[in-house]
């Protein structure tokens, strides 16, 4: 199992967000290329960013990080937040980058996300963000009214490399994940998971091994607070060897 540490990205700087609320965000010292730096000194190999100024508007408007980022360290990235066109995803992929979420797009357009996948296979994450059961959009701005689990259904045959779910009522909490959901979409899932929203203790990160088809975990803000020592979940990554 994989571990993702994150780096939120708005206004070039890190912060978090409870719940997705733009209005109720941390912002960190620590630019995300520092960040980056922190996490591939202490061992990992897996990064999850979201770029939360693109999620608002569309627009890719912290490439030139996540270029800095792929540039300067050995390290996977996963990169989300608005992306929702085949030329952001290029550019994405041209950086270097292992996956590109989609979400909004790929909800609001279902023949955009086979089309994404045929176009980069192996490369396309789909981020299911949900709140009670419900797909939310556009930087969790809106609610739809597709239920997670019909929408993964009608779309389990596209060719998806990885789904991120996240619990939006959770993310930024840390409240620990909402695993009994988590487990419900990795069962229906053709391919693997990754849990995000809500992991608060490493006992967090034990009981996400113990869940079947979960490929990894995000952690964001127990990290930034300080409740999870990276040492000690750079541990968790030796225990997987």
């Known amino acids: 199992m ?23 965000k941390t912002e960190y010292d620590m630019s995300p290329v520092e960040q980056a730096r922190k996490y591939k000194d202490n061992g990992f190999k897996n990064l999850h960013i979201v770029d939360l100024d693109g999620a608002l508007t569309g627009d890719p408007i ?11 360290f050995d390290l996977k990235i996963e990169i989300g937040g608005g992306i929702r066109n085949f030329e952001t995803i290029q550019k994405y992929i041209d950086t270097g980058v292992e996956k590109v979420i989609l979400g909004s797009a790929a909800i609001k357009d279902r023949r955009f996300l086979e089309e994404a996948c045929n176009k980069f296979p192996n490369q396309i994450a789909l981020g299911l963000d949900a709140k009670d059961g419900h797909l939310a959009i556009s930087g969790w701005t809106e609610e739809s009214d597709k239920l997670t689990a019909e929408y993964l259904k009608k779309v389990n045959n596209y060719g998806v490399s990885r789904i991120i779910y996240t619990d939006i009522n959770r993310d930024g909490t840390k409240q620990s994940p909402n695993f009994e959901e988590t487990q419900k979409v990795a069962d229906i899932s053709n ?13 967090d990160i034990k009981r996400a091994k113990k869940l079947n088809n979960i490929e990894g975990v995000i952690v964001g803000k127990a990290i930034y607070d300080g409740d999870i020592k990276l040492d000690e979940l750079a541990k968790e990554i030796d225990a997987q060897k």
Do not use: M, Q, T
Not at 3 to 20: E, M, S
């Open 191 to 203: 391919c693997p998971v990754v849990i995000s929203g809500g992991v608060s203790s490493i006992d």
């Open 62 to 72: 912290n490439i030139d990080i996540i270029h800095d980022i792929v540039g300067k």
């Open 2 to 24: 994989k571990i993702f540490p994150a780096i939120d990205i708005k206004d070039k700087k890190c912060v978090r967000l409870i719940k997705g609320d733009f209005e109720n």
